[in-house]
């Protein structure tokens, strides 16, 4: 008969993911304070709680840090998106990311903060997170871009949108409306903006007779 692990004993694939976790959830709140260059994989592992080099222990290097942190902050938005609720495919999706993006769960907004200054860092020349973030956001683009061109088919959107351009559009009011607010003081700044926010953009995007069909 094989042998039961003792209660209480976690095996060796759990601490790794528990250790993984808790150098990942470190690495981010020292990002979102420090930006990603400002940091060091020591200051990763003494902020978990665990020595100098047990970031360079499990991630081996920096850049392979940056990758697994990026995927989890995308991931992480990913599963809000999921847990929002379900919306047709078209305009009403595009405004739900809107409104999703403003009302995180997060209220700290430590994964944004994150995010946005890996973005602000990737304009430095050589910058390390170029690349890896353009990988990661094609995503959410090829998304928005998608449910602008269903939009438009619908008939919610105007025709004469470039889904493309507008795809960057959305993602660069939103991004660039929580760096504003953001960068002027407290987080509270940016609580309750979504409402209007949504609106903005619906306007901006929706087809006559969409608004018609709405009012």
């Given at each position: 008969m094989a042998s039961e692990r003792p209660p209480g004993r976690r095996s060796q694939q759990e601490r790794r993911s528990e250790a993984?976790?808790?150098?990942?959830?470190?690495?981010?709140?020292?990002?979102?304070?420090?930006?990603?260059?400002?940091?060091?994989?020591?200051?990763?592992?003494?902020?978990?709680?665990?020595?100098?080099?047990?970031?360079?222990?499990?991630?081996?290097?920096?850049?392979?840090?940056?990758?697994?942190?990026?995927?989890?902050?995308?991931?992480?938005?990913?599963?809000?998106?999921?847990?929002?609720?379900?919306?047709?495919?078209?305009?009403?999706?595009?405004?739900?990311?809107?409104?999703?993006?403003?009302?995180?769960?997060?209220?700290?907004?430590t994964n944004a903060r994150a995010i946005l200054l890996l973005h602000a860092e990737a304009l430095l020349e050589n910058s390390d997170?170029?690349?890896?973030?353009?990988?990661?956001?094609?995503?959410?683009?090829?998304?928005?871009?998608?449910?602008?061109?269903?939009?438009?088919?619908?008939?919610?959107?105007?025709?004469?949108?470039?889904?493309?351009?507008?795809?960057?559009?959305?993602?660069?009011?939103?991004?660039?409306?929580?760096?504003?607010?953001?960068s002027r003081g407290p987080v509270e700044n940016i609580h309750g903006v979504s409402d209007q926010v949504v609106q903005l953009i619906?306007?901006?995007?929706?087809?006559?007779?969409?608004?018609?069909?709405?009012?």
């Amino acid at each position: 008969m094989a042998s039961e692990r003792p209660p209480g004993r976690r095996s060796q694939q759990e601490r790794r993911s528990e250790a993984e976790a808790r150098l990942l959830a470190a690495a981010i709140e020292l990002l979102s304070r420090k930006g990603w260059v400002g940091m060091t994989l020591a200051e990763v592992g003494e902020a978990a709680g665990y020595s100098r080099g047990q970031a360079t222990h499990y991630f081996g290097n920096k850049g392979a840090l940056l990758r697994a942190l990026t995927s989890h902050l995308y991931r992480s938005f990913g599963e809000e998106m999921q847990a929002a609720p379900p919306v047709p495919a078209g305009l009403g999706a595009v405004l739900s990311y809107v409104r999703v993006y403003f009302e995180r769960s997060d209220r700290k907004w430590t994964n944004a903060r994150a995010i946005l200054l890996l973005h602000a860092e990737a304009l430095l020349e050589n910058s390390d997170t170029a690349q890896v973030v353009a990988e990661y956001q094609r995503e959410i683009f090829t998304w928005i871009v998608e449910n602008l061109r269903i939009g438009i088919e619908h008939g919610e959107v105007r025709p004469d949108v470039d889904p493309t351009l507008g795809a960057e559009f959305v993602v660069g009011a939103v991004r660039g409306l929580a760096q504003q607010r953001l960068s002027r003081g407290p987080v509270e700044n940016i609580h309750g903006v979504s409402d209007q926010v949504v609106q903005l953009i619906k306007h901006a995007f929706a087809a006559d007779s969409g608004r018609d069909r709405r009012r």
